[in-house]
């Protein structure tokens, strides 16, 4: 590999810089030197967003191993900025004056599809408060090249009341700038620093006291770092850890994670964690109420017995009555690979376990053979929110009936299998006072489902159908999707036309496709006023 040296320059081995005039493109020096076969010293950046031309050789001679195949780059000197001060940054975000770029950004539209530039009323008195910095409160400097505090003595007097600071994407990488800034600003309880690379040391403890927000989303933070900090964070009670390549949970000294007294959310969306081993780790946590796992690499979930926590951490003292997660009220595991129904099952064993996202999970997708959202509800006891959708009492109520319905619809005489398969299912029968394998409830009471209609509406979709006014017939429960498209050839007189039916769910994001002319409305879980999407096929 060819030698790195450090003429008289401003620029450092490790030292992270921006490209000149676009603040967002940022990197790392890798290299400073002379090319073969070039003139002049030249900058080698492996860049953050791996947009670059090669890996840090060229013409077969390695200069820098650069993260990715084409992650680096050479610039010349004059190319890069290393950014400004925090200060500096202060001014020209709330004391400059907007760009040409950024006022030709400001237009609208007009009949004639002309730009008119949009002028704003008061723009004068609201810049004329933002410039009185001892007034701030909450300061956004995202994407402004900062790369050092400048004076810190002066921090603390020009912002003594700011309470939320925004840093993402800006150049920071020690954390001791980081102390520096949060003991300067004693008002300052919430701090975001996303996509800014920190440094991997940390060392000695830092002035984060105040502290109860902290966003380090892409940072390149590790489970061990936030071991250490978290000694540091004697207020925290909001930790965002998204897309740090974390896969491990790795306590300090237990087997379980301890401290965090007052932490209520966890966010540890997109990284790479696999087994649920790792999230039990934080199951001792008491103030915990919040857990975001969306796009992770979970495939299967389950809540531990006494016997069971004992095997898994059996030199951790617990707490209390010892079960995990005792104050969990949501978990979001949105993008994984769940394709059970036992992890589904389970989410009733958190005893406060009301809202839950389960979206982008086989389990959960009825296009790659997971269960709608019916089913969901009914199988889940105590969830509120599904996919950020209330569960109403009016919805629950109709999604276990029209459960009971499905589940006795199969009913192939082993019942111990039923039983093992659904564990709500004789509960929920019973609940509803369902007689038989063929029985619903209707206004005055138990009724035989076989001499019960449901009412679906039927409404036309297909482009060359044409528009029909939706149809409303009340059907035996046994009607298979074969007979039903027979009768939506007759009820809206269609010839010569090969059908698709799809049921249409309530906060479904997708119809269902009925696919099996064989089966009936009943084992779809079609129930009481259901709506039928007819459609043509392509």
Known sequence: MQDSFQPQSEFRLGQRVHFVGDPRRTGTVAFIGTLEGYSGTWVGVDWDDNNGKHDGSI????????KSERSGSFVRVQNLSIGISLLQALDLRYRGDSTKEEEDEMYVLSASDKRVSVQFVGKDLIKDKLSRFEELTSVSLSYMGVSSLGDPGQIGSVLPNLKQLDLTGNLLSDWKDISTLCDQLQALVAII?????LSCEISGPLQLKHIRILVLNNTGITWMQVEILKHSLPAIEELHLMGNNISEVKPESSSMVEGFNLLRLLNLENNCIAEWNEILKLGQLRSLEQIQLNNNKLSHIFYPNLDELHELFGDVELQGDCFPFQNLRCLFLGGNNIDDLASIDVLNSFPNLIDIRLSENPIADPMRGGIPRYVLIARLSKIQIINGSEVTPRERRDSEIRYVRMVMSNLDGNREETFRLHPRFEELKRFYGIEDNRASVGPAGPQKLSSGLISITLKC??????????VTKKLPP????????MLCESFFKLKSIKLKLYLQEEDSPMPILLEDDMTSLM???????SNILVDEES
Do not use: C, H, W
């Open 461 to 470: 979709v297909g482009a060359s159908i044409g528009e029909k006014p939706p």
């Open 478 to 485: 046994a009607t298979s999707v074969g007979k039903l498209k």
């Open 193 to 197: 620093l996303s996509n800014n690379l």
């Open 523 to 529: 084992d779809l879980g079609v129930g009481n006023e």
């Open 59 to 66: 013409n077969g001679v390695r200069y820098f191993q650069a």
